[in-house]
């Protein structure tokens, strides 16, 4: 069994023991029938975990089916649009990621405009990726890191899941910050980036911690830093990258979303739900399990959360004149 099968098993596995059923939310006008929660990913990760868990809690507190709809593709934008042309009237929602609001800079055609489009309803996880290296690398530290890159100019391969994406804009950032030459290279999806790291070819990756955790325990590959301002909880001994680089502090949160003019009352009940889920003790430990911590947000703050991490994204994908069409 492999260990991305494990992860999902242990993650995702089980039913997490849920309050039963209020009468206020039997009497609610909303939801009558099933929800459909669409994912902008295939089954197994980080953002469909997260969907699946909420969306059991969602489903046992409201007492209507929310069901997942897994629609993965051209970066985001297959789910996204689904959500876009749907009725704004609570029964089709979008789970989502710092890899849709890319979308708007990185595409200078697409049929709709997330930000305009898509009301934020509620954060749900932020979470650090980490910057991890091949062992057979000499530098043991991000300043061993920076003075090695700069004293090698050319010999530093940069993995990513692909260009665009999120694990490629926190080495952009990380290059704009730090003055390093690293040498982008693009992959289809994570696993084979990892693949590739861990057999050296490249020699570094910014990675989610579910995803590398398991390698750092068994010695396979050395983490130099987390990717928040703070320290993960997760790998406790690891420094944050913003301790050696003052000021780097980017993550990849999880949140929920719906059409635009989606009634007010509708995204507030939602994000009450949701911010119930994020203190129950059962469900805030599956979802710590996957290196994250709640974010508890009311819906006009994640909407100002969501504006801001599209204008600093896009300042980096400017400045990297990274462009997908």
Do not use: C
Not at 11 to 19: F, K
Not at 78 to 104: H, K, N
Not at 137 to 165: D, Q, R, V
Not at 243 to 256: M, N
């Amino acid at each position: 069994m492999s260990l991305l099968r494990r992860q999902f098993l242990h993650l995702a596995g089980g039913a997490v023991a849920l309050p039963a059923v209020s009468p206020i939310a039997k009497a609610q006008t909303y939801p009558v029938k099933p929800v459909r929660m669409v994912v902008a990913s295939a089954a197994g990760g980080g953002v469909d975990i997260t969907a699946r868990l909420i969306g059991q809690w969602l489903s046992d507190r409201l007492g209507q089916q929310f069901v997942i709809e897994n629609r993965s593709g051209a970066t985001g934008n297959i789910a996204t649009e689904a959500v876009v042309r749907s009725p704004p009237d609570g029964y089709t929602l979008l789970m989502f990621s710092p890899t849709q609001i890319l979308s708007v800079t990185l595409y200078a055609k697409l049929s709709f405009n997330f930000i305009r489009d898509i009301a934020p309803v509620a954060g749900i996880i932020d979470q650090p990726y980490v910057m991890l290296v091949n062992p057979s690398l000499p530098a043991k530290t991000i300043p061993e890191f920076i003075a090695y890159a700069k004293a090698n100019p050319g010999h530093i391969n940069m993995g990513s899941a692909g260009t665009g994406g999120i694990n490629h804009l926190l080495g952009e950032l990380f290059k704009a910050m730090t003055g390093v030459n690293m040498f982008h290279v693009p992959y289809r999806g994570g696993a084979p980036a990892m693949t590739d790291l861990l057999g050296g070819q490249i020699q570094v990756l910014f990675a989610g911690v579910p995803g590398a955790i398991e390698y750092i325990r068994a010695g396979g590959l050395r983490p130099l830093g987390v990717t928040t301002s703070i320290r993960s909880s997760a790998l406790p001994d690891v420094p944050a990258v913003g301790e050696f680089v003052p000021g780097y502090d980017a993550s990849v949160w999880y949140g929920l979303g719906a059409p635009r003019n989606t009634p007010t009352d509708i995204i507030e009940m939602l994000n009450k739900e949701i911010n119930a889920a994020l203190v129950y003790p059962e469900l805030k430990a599956r979802l710590a399990d996957l290196g994250g911590v709640p974010m508890s947000m009311t819906a006009a703050e994640f909407n100002k959360f969501v504006a801001a991490e599209t204008q600093k994204w896009a300042k980096v994908i400017r400045a990297a004149n990274i462009k997908l069409d």
